[in-house]
């Protein structure tokens, strides 16, 4: 899919950030992500908006700072509904948990994620938890 100029989500579907090294598959754990893929996903379709390229909080080297670090991972995707990666570590989905994002765990393509995730009802819903 191709990258849409047009950022406004489409009536009824919500941004989700994948973790993903090659846009290929899911391949990124959360804290070593490089990059995170946005797609606009809903029940009607889906789309690709844009790559974030994220400084990963894990091995970074910031020592003290690695919890700064990690928040601003977090705030990258925090317009996003959900994220999809490889592994997620408990400080990770903690976060995410408090900013109302849904967070899953996959191998798979992208192609077949967004499609899962366009079938799962519980994104769409006001009242989805992690």
Known sequence: MTASS????????????IGTSTGAR???????ATRFEIW???????????TRNN????GSGCGDRAEAV????VA???DCKAVVVSRLGECAINRLTK???LAFETDDTVDDTVR?????????TAEAVA
């Open 76 to 78: 990258l995707i925090a």
């Open 99 to 101: 900013l109302g994002i």
């Open 55 to 58: 400084r990963p909080a894990c």
């Open 6 to 17: 047009d950022p406004a989500l489409s009536s009824g579907a919500v941004r989700v950030a």
């Open 116 to 124: 899962q995730l366009a079938a799962f009802d519980g994104l769409f």
């Open 40 to 50: 606009e996903v809903g029940p009607a379709g889906s789309r690709f908006l844009e």
């Open 26 to 32: 899911v391949s990124e754990h959360f804290g070593h």
């Open 70 to 73: 990690m928040d601003a991972s």
